[in-house]
Protein backbone atom coordinates (compact mmCIF):
# COMPACT_ATOMS: atom_id res chain seq x y z
CA UNK A 1 0.00 0.00 0.00
CA UNK A 2 1.07 2.98 -1.03
CA UNK A 3 1.94 5.79 1.75
CA UNK A 4 1.00 9.39 1.47
CA UNK A 5 3.81 12.06 2.33
CA UNK A 6 3.05 12.79 5.96
CA UNK A 7 3.19 8.86 7.02
CA UNK A 8 6.54 8.62 5.58
CA UNK A 9 7.81 11.21 7.24
CA UNK A 10 6.19 10.22 10.46
CA UNK A 11 7.38 6.49 10.25
CA UNK A 12 11.15 7.63 9.42
CA UNK A 13 10.82 9.81 12.28
CA UNK A 14 9.21 7.20 14.37
CA UNK A 15 12.41 4.59 13.50
CA UNK A 16 14.84 7.48 13.90
CA UNK A 17 13.94 8.09 17.21
CA UNK A 18 13.60 4.35 18.28
CA UNK A 19 16.74 3.47 16.27
CA UNK A 20 19.05 5.85 18.50
CA UNK A 21 17.41 4.82 21.36
CA UNK A 22 17.63 0.95 21.10
CA UNK A 23 21.29 1.38 20.21
CA UNK A 24 22.28 3.50 23.08
CA UNK A 25 20.68 1.13 25.37
CA UNK A 26 22.34 -1.52 23.95
CA UNK A 27 26.08 0.54 24.19
CA UNK A 28 24.86 1.90 27.41
CA UNK A 29 24.78 -1.88 28.95
CA UNK A 30 27.54 -3.23 27.23
CA UNK A 31 30.11 -0.55 27.09
CA UNK A 32 30.66 -0.05 30.59
CA UNK A 33 30.78 -3.27 31.59
CA UNK A 34 33.21 -4.30 28.99
CA UNK A 35 35.22 -1.55 30.38
CA UNK A 36 35.09 -2.24 33.53
CA UNK A 37 35.69 -5.82 32.88
CA UNK A 38 39.21 -4.96 30.94
CA UNK A 39 39.97 -2.51 34.01
CA UNK A 40 39.51 -5.51 36.20
CA UNK A 41 41.95 -7.40 34.28
CA UNK A 42 44.40 -4.96 34.24
CA UNK A 43 44.29 -4.26 38.09
CA UNK A 44 44.76 -8.20 38.66
CA UNK A 45 48.12 -7.73 36.88
CA UNK A 46 49.28 -5.16 39.04
CA UNK A 47 51.35 -6.35 42.03
CA UNK A 48 50.16 -5.19 45.58
CA UNK A 49 51.85 -2.14 47.26
CA UNK A 50 53.56 -4.34 49.84
CA UNK A 51 55.35 -6.77 47.44
CA UNK A 52 55.77 -3.34 44.91
CA UNK A 53 57.97 -2.63 48.00
CA UNK A 54 59.89 -5.59 48.41
CA UNK A 55 60.74 -5.99 44.91
CA UNK A 56 62.24 -2.28 44.83
CA UNK A 57 64.52 -2.87 48.50
CA UNK A 58 65.62 -6.08 46.64
CA UNK A 59 66.74 -4.81 43.38
CA UNK A 60 66.85 -1.38 44.00
CA UNK A 61 67.95 -0.98 47.37
CA UNK A 62 70.05 -4.00 47.88
CA UNK A 63 71.45 -5.13 44.32
CA UNK A 64 73.36 -1.59 44.17
CA UNK A 65 74.55 -1.03 47.61
CA UNK A 66 76.19 -4.24 47.76
CA UNK A 67 78.85 -2.67 45.12
CA UNK A 68 79.57 0.25 47.84
CA UNK A 69 81.68 -1.83 50.39
CA UNK A 70 84.18 -3.03 48.03
CA UNK A 71 84.14 -0.04 45.97
CA UNK A 72 85.05 2.14 49.10
CA UNK A 73 87.67 -0.53 49.93
CA UNK A 74 89.39 -0.52 46.71
CA UNK A 75 89.27 3.33 46.65
CA UNK A 76 91.00 3.43 49.98
CA UNK A 77 93.50 1.07 49.65
CA UNK A 78 94.41 2.61 45.85
CA UNK A 79 94.60 6.12 47.43
CA UNK A 80 93.83 6.27 51.11
CA UNK A 81 90.53 8.51 50.38
CA UNK A 82 88.76 8.60 53.80
CA UNK A 83 85.37 7.99 54.82
CA UNK A 84 84.43 10.94 55.04
CA UNK A 85 85.74 12.26 51.93
CA UNK A 86 83.66 9.65 50.34
CA UNK A 87 80.29 10.63 52.09
CA UNK A 88 81.12 14.52 51.37
CA UNK A 89 81.34 13.47 47.35
CA UNK A 90 78.18 11.67 47.94
CA UNK A 91 76.18 14.56 49.43
CA UNK A 92 76.99 17.26 46.87
CA UNK A 93 75.60 14.62 44.42
CA UNK A 94 72.36 15.01 46.19
CA UNK A 95 72.30 18.67 46.12
CA UNK A 96 71.86 18.35 42.31
CA UNK A 97 68.34 17.51 43.36
CA UNK A 98 67.56 21.68 43.65
CA UNK A 99 67.06 21.71 40.19
CA UNK A 100 64.56 19.44 39.92
CA UNK A 101 62.67 20.72 43.23
CA UNK A 102 62.80 23.85 42.13
CA UNK A 103 61.67 23.15 38.53
CA UNK A 104 58.67 21.37 40.03
CA UNK A 105 57.63 24.61 42.34
CA UNK A 106 58.32 22.85 45.20
CA UNK A 107 59.67 23.58 48.76
CA UNK A 108 63.52 22.38 49.30
CA UNK A 109 62.51 21.04 52.90
CA UNK A 110 59.01 20.84 52.43
CA UNK A 111 56.20 21.86 54.63
CA UNK A 112 57.76 23.63 57.59
CA UNK A 113 55.67 21.27 60.06
CA UNK A 114 57.64 18.35 58.59
CA UNK A 115 60.77 20.23 59.04
CA UNK A 116 61.84 18.45 62.41
CA UNK A 117 61.65 15.20 61.54
CA UNK A 118 63.57 15.54 57.69
CA UNK A 119 65.96 17.11 60.25
CA UNK A 120 66.31 14.34 62.13
CA UNK A 121 66.14 12.22 59.41
CA UNK A 122 69.16 13.24 57.67
CA UNK A 123 71.40 13.49 60.86
CA UNK A 124 70.88 9.62 61.81
CA UNK A 125 71.35 8.68 57.90
CA UNK A 126 74.61 10.56 58.14
CA UNK A 127 75.69 8.84 61.17
CA UNK A 128 74.53 5.56 59.62
CA UNK A 129 76.52 5.75 56.40
CA UNK A 130 79.89 7.71 58.34
CA UNK A 131 80.00 4.30 60.46
CA UNK A 132 78.94 2.43 57.64
CA UNK A 133 82.36 3.79 55.43
CA UNK A 134 84.76 3.61 57.98
CA UNK A 135 84.02 0.11 58.72
CA UNK A 136 84.34 -0.77 55.36
CA UNK A 137 87.79 -0.32 55.53
CA UNK A 138 88.45 -1.58 58.89
CA UNK A 139 86.82 -5.13 58.31
CA UNK A 140 86.22 -7.46 55.31
CA UNK A 141 83.54 -5.79 53.19
CA UNK A 142 81.17 -8.93 53.39
CA UNK A 143 81.05 -8.83 57.46
CA UNK A 144 80.42 -5.13 57.81
CA UNK A 145 77.74 -5.26 55.19
CA UNK A 146 76.58 -8.52 56.77
CA UNK A 147 76.26 -6.90 60.77
CA UNK A 148 75.00 -3.63 59.56
CA UNK A 149 72.18 -4.70 57.59
CA UNK A 150 71.52 -7.61 59.94
CA UNK A 151 71.33 -4.97 62.98
CA UNK A 152 69.04 -2.80 61.13
CA UNK A 153 66.65 -5.81 60.51
CA UNK A 154 66.71 -6.30 64.61
CA UNK A 155 65.92 -3.29 65.71
CA UNK A 156 63.33 -2.75 63.09
CA UNK A 157 61.98 -6.11 64.20
CA UNK A 158 62.06 -4.72 67.97
CA UNK A 159 60.47 -1.34 67.02
CA UNK A 160 57.64 -3.06 65.45
CA UNK A 161 57.01 -4.56 68.70
CA UNK A 162 57.25 -1.85 70.95
CA UNK A 163 56.48 1.44 69.29
CA UNK A 164 54.03 0.77 65.88
CA UNK A 165 51.31 -0.28 65.04
CA UNK A 166 52.62 -2.91 62.46
CA UNK A 167 51.75 -6.27 62.39
CA UNK A 168 53.80 -8.74 61.22
CA UNK A 169 52.99 -12.53 60.27
CA UNK A 170 54.05 -15.87 61.70
CA UNK A 171 55.93 -16.10 58.05
CA UNK A 172 57.55 -12.39 58.06
CA UNK A 173 58.78 -13.64 61.61
CA UNK A 174 60.16 -16.82 59.95
CA UNK A 175 61.60 -15.29 57.37
CA UNK A 176 63.59 -12.97 59.25
CA UNK A 177 64.61 -15.01 61.76
CA UNK A 178 66.17 -17.34 58.76
CA UNK A 179 67.63 -13.74 57.76
CA UNK A 180 69.33 -13.62 60.94
CA UNK A 181 70.37 -17.05 61.06
CA UNK A 182 72.13 -16.63 57.90
CA UNK A 183 73.76 -13.40 58.95
CA UNK A 184 74.88 -15.65 61.95
CA UNK A 185 76.44 -18.12 59.50
CA UNK A 186 78.68 -15.67 58.05
CA UNK A 187 79.99 -13.68 60.82
CA UNK A 188 80.23 -15.27 63.96
CA UNK A 189 82.96 -18.04 62.48
CA UNK A 190 84.84 -14.88 61.36
CA UNK A 191 84.53 -13.72 64.91
CA UNK A 192 86.03 -16.60 66.38
CA UNK A 193 88.89 -16.84 64.22
CA UNK A 194 90.08 -13.03 64.87
CA UNK A 195 93.85 -12.20 64.56
CA UNK A 196 95.08 -10.81 68.32
CA UNK A 197 97.15 -8.47 66.72
CA UNK A 198 94.12 -6.63 65.03
CA UNK A 199 91.32 -7.74 67.30
CA UNK A 200 91.01 -4.41 68.51
CA UNK A 201 90.68 -2.72 65.27
CA UNK A 202 88.03 -5.56 64.22
CA UNK A 203 85.80 -5.07 67.01
CA UNK A 204 86.08 -1.55 66.34
CA UNK A 205 85.23 -2.06 63.05
CA UNK A 206 81.88 -4.28 64.10
CA UNK A 207 80.81 -1.72 66.51
CA UNK A 208 80.86 0.77 63.78
CA UNK A 209 78.57 -1.43 61.78
CA UNK A 210 76.63 -2.46 64.27
CA UNK A 211 75.75 1.63 65.05
CA UNK A 212 75.47 2.54 61.36
CA UNK A 213 72.62 -0.42 61.07
CA UNK A 214 71.22 0.74 64.34
CA UNK A 215 70.88 4.24 62.99
CA UNK A 216 69.24 2.73 59.47
CA UNK A 217 66.67 1.69 61.32
CA UNK A 218 65.77 4.69 62.89
CA UNK A 219 66.01 6.67 59.01
CA UNK A 220 64.20 4.73 57.51
CA UNK A 221 60.99 4.38 60.04
CA UNK A 222 61.50 8.31 61.02
CA UNK A 223 61.22 8.62 57.16
CA UNK A 224 57.95 6.48 57.63
CA UNK A 225 56.25 8.89 59.82
CA UNK A 226 56.51 11.62 56.95
CA UNK A 227 53.63 12.19 54.65
CA UNK A 228 53.87 14.96 52.34
CA UNK A 229 53.67 14.28 48.38
CA UNK A 230 57.33 15.53 47.99
CA UNK A 231 58.69 13.92 51.22
CA UNK A 232 61.59 11.66 48.87
CA UNK A 233 63.16 14.88 47.34
CA UNK A 234 63.43 16.67 50.04
CA UNK A 235 64.64 13.92 52.26
CA UNK A 236 67.46 12.97 50.21
CA UNK A 237 68.14 17.04 49.18
CA UNK A 238 68.25 17.31 53.20
CA UNK A 239 70.64 14.65 53.57
CA UNK A 240 72.99 16.43 51.10
CA UNK A 241 72.68 19.37 52.82
CA UNK A 242 73.20 18.18 55.99
CA UNK A 243 75.99 15.80 55.07
CA UNK A 244 77.83 18.99 53.24
CA UNK A 245 77.88 20.94 56.43
CA UNK A 246 78.73 18.28 58.94
CA UNK A 247 81.25 16.19 56.54
CA UNK A 248 83.90 18.70 54.72
CA UNK A 249 84.65 20.27 58.63
CA UNK A 250 84.82 16.95 60.52
CA UNK A 251 87.02 15.67 57.43
CA UNK A 252 88.99 18.26 58.19
CA UNK A 253 89.52 17.86 61.94
CA UNK A 254 89.49 14.31 61.82
CA UNK A 255 90.79 12.87 58.85
CA UNK A 256 93.61 13.72 55.81
CA UNK A 257 91.86 14.66 52.76
CA UNK A 258 93.24 12.97 49.51
CA UNK A 259 92.57 14.28 46.09
CA UNK A 260 92.20 11.45 44.41
CA UNK A 261 94.83 11.24 40.69
CA UNK A 262 94.36 8.04 39.19
CA UNK A 263 91.30 7.13 37.61
CA UNK A 264 90.19 3.78 39.26
CA UNK A 265 89.85 5.65 42.61
CA UNK A 266 87.40 8.23 40.39
CA UNK A 267 85.80 5.42 38.95
CA UNK A 268 84.88 3.80 42.29
CA UNK A 269 84.37 7.34 43.83
CA UNK A 270 82.11 8.33 41.18
CA UNK A 271 80.21 4.51 41.13
CA UNK A 272 79.94 5.09 44.68
CA UNK A 273 78.06 8.58 44.90
CA UNK A 274 75.68 7.05 41.84
CA UNK A 275 74.72 3.73 43.19
CA UNK A 276 74.34 4.64 46.84
CA UNK A 277 71.78 7.30 45.55
CA UNK A 278 69.78 5.31 43.55
CA UNK A 279 69.88 2.65 47.26
CA UNK A 280 68.65 5.63 49.00
CA UNK A 281 65.36 6.16 47.23
CA UNK A 282 64.55 2.98 46.57
CA UNK A 283 65.05 1.62 50.07
CA UNK A 284 63.28 5.22 51.27
CA UNK A 285 60.44 4.09 48.87
CA UNK A 286 59.81 0.74 49.86
CA UNK A 287 58.88 1.92 53.64
CA UNK A 288 56.52 3.83 51.94
CA UNK A 289 54.90 0.76 50.91
CA UNK A 290 55.74 -1.87 53.91
CA UNK A 291 57.27 -2.61 57.12
CA UNK A 292 61.09 -1.04 57.51
CA UNK A 293 61.72 -4.70 58.91
CA UNK A 294 61.02 -6.23 55.87
CA UNK A 295 62.29 -3.63 54.01
CA UNK A 296 66.07 -4.23 55.71
CA UNK A 297 65.42 -8.14 55.28
CA UNK A 298 64.91 -7.49 51.66
CA UNK A 299 68.25 -5.40 51.27
CA UNK A 300 70.01 -8.39 52.72
CA UNK A 301 71.15 -8.90 49.05
CA UNK A 302 73.19 -6.58 49.24
CA UNK A 303 75.32 -9.09 51.19
CA UNK A 304 75.43 -11.61 48.50
CA UNK A 305 76.75 -8.84 46.44
CA UNK A 306 79.73 -7.96 48.27
CA UNK A 307 80.13 -11.13 49.12
CA UNK A 308 80.64 -12.26 45.24
CA UNK A 309 82.79 -9.08 44.70
CA UNK A 310 84.68 -9.48 47.50
CA UNK A 311 85.50 -12.83 46.76
CA UNK A 312 86.07 -12.75 42.84
CA UNK A 313 87.67 -8.90 42.88
CA UNK A 314 89.42 -8.39 46.51
CA UNK A 315 90.56 -12.07 46.23
CA UNK A 316 89.52 -12.22 49.90
CA UNK A 317 88.58 -15.74 51.32
CA UNK A 318 84.56 -16.60 51.57
CA UNK A 319 83.71 -19.49 53.82
CA UNK A 320 81.46 -22.31 53.56
CA UNK A 321 80.09 -20.89 56.45
CA UNK A 322 79.64 -17.43 54.14
CA UNK A 323 78.31 -19.54 51.32
CA UNK A 324 75.38 -20.89 53.63
CA UNK A 325 74.46 -18.15 55.23
CA UNK A 326 74.02 -16.21 52.11
CA UNK A 327 71.86 -19.45 50.77
CA UNK A 328 69.91 -19.25 54.33
CA UNK A 329 69.35 -15.56 53.60
CA UNK A 330 68.16 -15.87 50.11
CA UNK A 331 65.53 -18.68 50.87
CA UNK A 332 64.45 -16.39 53.56
CA UNK A 333 63.69 -13.29 51.11
CA UNK A 334 61.26 -16.24 49.12
CA UNK A 335 59.44 -16.87 52.16
CA UNK A 336 58.40 -13.43 52.66
CA UNK A 337 58.00 -12.43 48.72
CA UNK A 338 55.46 -15.71 48.54
CA UNK A 339 53.51 -15.02 51.58
CA UNK A 340 53.38 -11.33 50.75
CA UNK A 341 52.22 -12.29 46.75
CA UNK A 342 49.68 -14.90 48.28
CA UNK A 343 47.93 -13.31 51.05
CA UNK A 344 47.84 -9.48 49.31
CA UNK A 345 45.56 -10.38 46.27
CA UNK A 346 42.89 -11.94 48.69
CA UNK A 347 42.92 -8.95 51.03
CA UNK A 348 42.77 -6.35 47.92
CA UNK A 349 39.52 -8.53 46.97
Given at each position: MQLTVGENEARGTRAGEDGPADGGEKQGSHGPDGEEGA???WRKCWLPDEVKGLVVALFGGGLPAGFVAPFTKIAYEASHVPSLEILLFRCILHLALFFYIKARGGS??????AWRSTFIHAVINIVSIACAYSSFMVIPAGNAATVRKGTSTVCSALMALVIDSYQLSIYDWIGLSGSLVGLALIVVPDLMRLDRTSRLSDVFGYILAMLGGLALAMALMIFRTLTHPSKLMTATFSFGVVGS??????????????????????CCVTGITVLALVSFFCANYAVTKTHPALVCAFLHSEVVVTMTIQHFVLHEPVTRFGLSGATVIICSIIVITAQSMTQNPKESK
Open positions: WKGLFGPRELVCGPLMLLLQKPIVPVDPLTW
